[in-house]
């Protein structure tokens, strides 16, 4: 069988390829998983997600696991994460077949998940938060506290992380909150740990110390899930890769010999063509930012955006980007300075003038602040419109639900029915549905904050070209984005942000990542990260 | 994936740890400085509000209500609510005091038993509800609300427990004291202090803080959540219980009317205490604290001969005004959180 892989390892394997193949860096072989789900099915509602799907994960190997969105990936993590209970098939760990009835079993199994979303309690320290529900006791079961500061400590050195473990929770940044899940991870010693999607909200730096905790984990011979989008940090951490499309696994086998758009093509089936970034013919300015300073958090940015013109704002998470978004649509409030749109002076801290100047606002965070997750999807597409839909003053659920269905197919929002909750579409068709909100009030200018987070790589190609379409019909566009492929492939213009300041603006074709890297961090060191052979 | 160390960012702010610690410690203190505001401005105009006798009325009248905050307290840190206290306390109020009418001679902590044993039934019936049927508690305890007090009224019929009926020995209790402290308060301090290190120091107790903190995250976490919240209202339904004996020892008259609205009093406790309504944070010693400052801003408005249809009206505006100034902290310590981590750019 191991023989069969190799042969094979030049070219695409077919489905259901699978065996004990060693990584790339491993040191001795091992003949059985540490974890091994055979032929997992789960249906939710009649809906196949899940469809015999197997999955083996070895001791010291990091095993990525692919897929567009709604191919099943969290559905799975779900299952081994004692969240979902398999409608059929086994669960062998350690070589004994468990069923593991919630999550409570799944950690006292030695599984550890870290999910998309971070899940700490706010109220709790960071320690308990390590702990909860685990921590160590002396006599009569109380809760030990001076040996659970030594043990956070402890792992703390270990990660190299500098995080008061006395703090409470609330306020940590995205990047913290995930340091402390994998504490957490560390602290259970888990055998297995999953991460899904753990990189969406970081910056370049803060990954790369995320894959060298992965990967020390790994030397010391735990098994590592990895869920990405980003099919560079797949080949840069894993050994191995199972696909998943359409709740069905297409491919299972090492990465080694593997090139990117092998991956690519297995995940959406067919071929995906390379977007290259077109460019536009900007007309007249619409947007102005002039000094803009909100105290604390950015100073002294001035920028335009003109029409057909789609203008990038790159730099760290944390740079202030969001902020300086956030203040010219008048969520935030700004000291100093002043936003002009088409040449009028825009009130500041106040949405509703930014709507009727004729600005879009695609928020980072489409669950909390981008979509009303309890409202159906139509609703949530005619929110922004309902002013102009309205008859003598009263909605008529047939114009709004005609309104939808026409941008939703527009946009190829890929729904069952109108009327189900939003919150059952899968992330990208949630995404386009933020952005047919926005766009069916026909705005002048549209930001967009991270467009693409937590999204496949079939539907972002869709959003990019959606964007370069819309700046192509004269609107201006400014994105926001950490991704900088993203960045590279729509943006006419760069701005780059550090610390609350503009500190470069490049031509799309004076940019490279190397040069928005260094302008982000102020150092550049970590432009070698990227002269890494890429596969 | 890099030979190359980039240098690592800092990303333990300066120290937020004392800011948190600091306003979290400026609650219980800032409680503990209206009350002595209080007690100053009082005592300046009418000398007699420090007398001992004084003191003692208003420490023993907090026990009741300081007892049922416990475990109000408990109910709410789960992002909870129980609104049925003020109906347990009156059905047990009037079911203990009964049984003297009833039993001839019967002892007194068989009467305490009973009263615990009325609250635990009205506990076990909200908890199962809530917990294993998952209905909101505001709607369970609203409907249990009026489902005891209708029990009661059923009960009481058109007659009443009168002072008669008690023996001395039974209302003394209110009045009893030990090293010139009442006994209901040190008993009622005794369960705060409890409660406040099961709270601290036992898993279950972080659990509690946890499930109001994020119940989502609880969920994911694994924590048991239906049986805690569970033991949370049996908690909340027993202690009320017992309040209900208290109630009787303290008014001694007792119809289908007693301590209708007593609910609203103790969750005012609990919020100018510190406790956050929406769960996650708070302490049973701040809630005692504020049942404690309630207690004296009434006695105080009495001592002064502000007429007592303005209690509540002041009482209200004082509840406002605490809720109002925990809400600013916390914007602005969130504010102070995130504004130090952009300045670090982490």
Known sequence: MREALQLMSSTSSPPGDTGAQPGRTQAEPRSTPILSLRDGTKAFAGVRALEDVSLELYGGEAHALVGENGAGKSTLVKILGGVHQPDSGSLVIGGQEVVLGGTADARAAGIAVIYQEPTLFPDLSVAENVFIGRQPLRSARR?????????????????????????????????????????????????????????????????????????????????????????????????????????????????EGLTADELVRAMVGRELQARRHEPHQPAGTVLEVDRLTREGVFVDISFQVRAGEVVALAGLVGAGRSEVARAIFGIDRYDAGAVRVGGQPLRRGSPTAAMSAGIGFVPEDRRQQGLVMELSTEENIALASLRRLRRHGLLFASTERAFALNWAQQLQVKFTRLSNRVSSLSGGNQQKVVLAKWLSRQPRLLIVDEPTRGIDVGTKAEVHRLLSSLATEGVAVLVISSELPEVLSVADRILVMREGRLVATLKHDEASEERIIAAGTGQSAVVDRLEEPSP | MSTTTAPTPTLAPANPRRLVDFVLRARTFGILGVLALFVLITTAIQPRFLHADNVRFILATTALYALVAVGETFVVITRNVDLSVGSVVGLS??????????????????????????????????????????????????????????????????GQVVANALPNSFINIFHDTLLGIPVLAIAAAVVVAIAAYYLRSFRSGRELYAIGSDPDAARLGGIPMGRRIFGAFVLSGALAGLGGVLWATQYNTIDATAATGLELQVIAAVVVGGVAIFGGSGSVVGAALGALLLQTISSALNVLGVPSLWTEAISGFLLLVAITLDRGIQLRLAAALRRRRVHLGA
């Not at chain 1, 001076?146 to 006395?166: H, N, S, T, Y």
């Not at chain 2, 109020?93 to 019967?106: E, K, L, W």
């Open chain 2, 93 to 158: 109020a009037y079911v203990s005091a009964n049984m003297f009418q009833a039993h001839h001679g019967i002892p007194i902590p068989v009467v305490f038993l009973v009263g615990l044993g009325v609250g635990l039934a009205c506990g076990l019936v909200t908890g199962i509800i809530t917990a294993v049927g998952r209905v909101p508690s505001l709607v369970v305890t609203l409907a249990m609300l009026y489902i005891i007090r209708g029990v009661d009224t059923i009960i009481v019929g058109s």
């Open chain 1, 143 to 255: 809760i030990d506290y001076r040996a659970m500061d030594r043990e956070v400590a402890q792992i703390f050195e270990r990660l190299g992380v500098k995080l008061d473990p006395d703090r409470i929770a609330r306020g940590l940044s995205i990047a913290e909150q995930q340091l402390v899940e994998i504490a957490k991870a560390l602290s259970s010693e888990a055998k297995v740990l999953i991460m899904d999607e753990p990189t969406a909200a970081l910056s370049p730096v803060e990954v790369e110390r995320l894959f060298k905790i992965a990967e020390t984990l790994r030397a010391e011979g735990a098994a590592v899930l990895f869920i990405s989008h980003r099919l560079e940090e797949v080949f840069a951490l894993c050994q191995r890769v199972t696909v998943l499309r359409d709740g069905k696994r297409v491919l299972s086998r090492q990465l």
